[in-house]
């Protein structure tokens, strides 16, 4: 297999200026890529505003021989991101990799949540993923060729306590790819989730100094270059950290069918350990995938065929 390079290649990558999205920024550029560092250069919590770390970023890039720009949108703002993709036509005439990696926590359990933190978190993960994603689509279907990545966590997928804001919007990016992908598919779209874990301010306190350092960002990157790089694969989701990488993935069990009278919620408890059994279990390509079982299911439970 040969090296995974992205000579002539144009990537954004939001939130670039530290942590996860710098690491990728560097990881892009050091293989050939020009790189529009994106960020809005805030805290934590999404408070404040600054282009210093974007333009550093951007200078180590330069340094070591690569090209890049900046751009401080706001990923959440739609105008802003148009203006962002804008200027990265004008610079270089395509956009073929999109990394949507900004993000910000505002964490409280749910009854001390105010909604407008949650709606916040959701609008910065969820809506800034859709606005880069949207923005930088028309090109990737002009060109058929397009790779984007979004930017999940193990809250989103398994769940974490007080982060009801982050959870949400961080699953949302799963039924996000889920959709670019069977739609990315006929103009050579690739559409995949990385799911991090790594030590940046993020999760400053919440790690022992020697976890802290095996889970530096850079070693989630390879993941990352991986599902943008000529031969990604789509529809994945890459869990990553301190050089572990394994794939979350999505099954439905093959269930029951329960018809006319047997069809009630005792049936429903008293056979559950039927429905949850993970024998014969699959995961469905596409929503229609799941009517047709079910479809199928009861036809055949009725000896009728169906057309499909
Ligand atoms: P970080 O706080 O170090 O970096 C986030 C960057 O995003 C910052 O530079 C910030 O300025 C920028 N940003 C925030 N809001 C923005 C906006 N509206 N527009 C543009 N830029 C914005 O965080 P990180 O740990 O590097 O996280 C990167 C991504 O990985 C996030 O989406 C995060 O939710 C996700 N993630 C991180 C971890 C982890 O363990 N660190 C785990 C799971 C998921």
Redesign the pocket.
Known sequence: MGDIRFDGRVAIV????????RSHALGLAARGARVVV?????S?D?TGASSE?ALSVVEEIKAMGGEAISHG????DEEAVKDMIAQAMDAWGRIDICVN?????MDKTFSKMEMSAFRKVVD??LI?SANVAHACWPMMREQQYGRVVF?????GLYGNFGQSN?GAA?AAMMGLMNVLHLEGARDNIRVNTL?????????EELLPPEAATL?A?ETITPGLLYLVSEDAPSRVILGA?AGSFAQTRVYETKGITLLDADNTPEAVAARFSEISDPKGQAELDDAFSQTKKYALNAAQARGLKLGW
């Not at 994106?38 to 805030?42: C, I, K, S, T």
């Not at 799911?195 to 999760?203: E, G, I, L, Q, S």
């Open positions: 939001t939130g670039a200026g530290v942590g996860l999205g994106n960020d809005l250069g805030v934590r999404g770390a949108a706001d990923v959440s990696n900004a993000g910000i926590l910065v993960h800034g930017t999940s966590s193990a809250s982050y961080k799911a991090p874990t790594a030590a940046t301010r993020m999760t889970l960002p950290g």
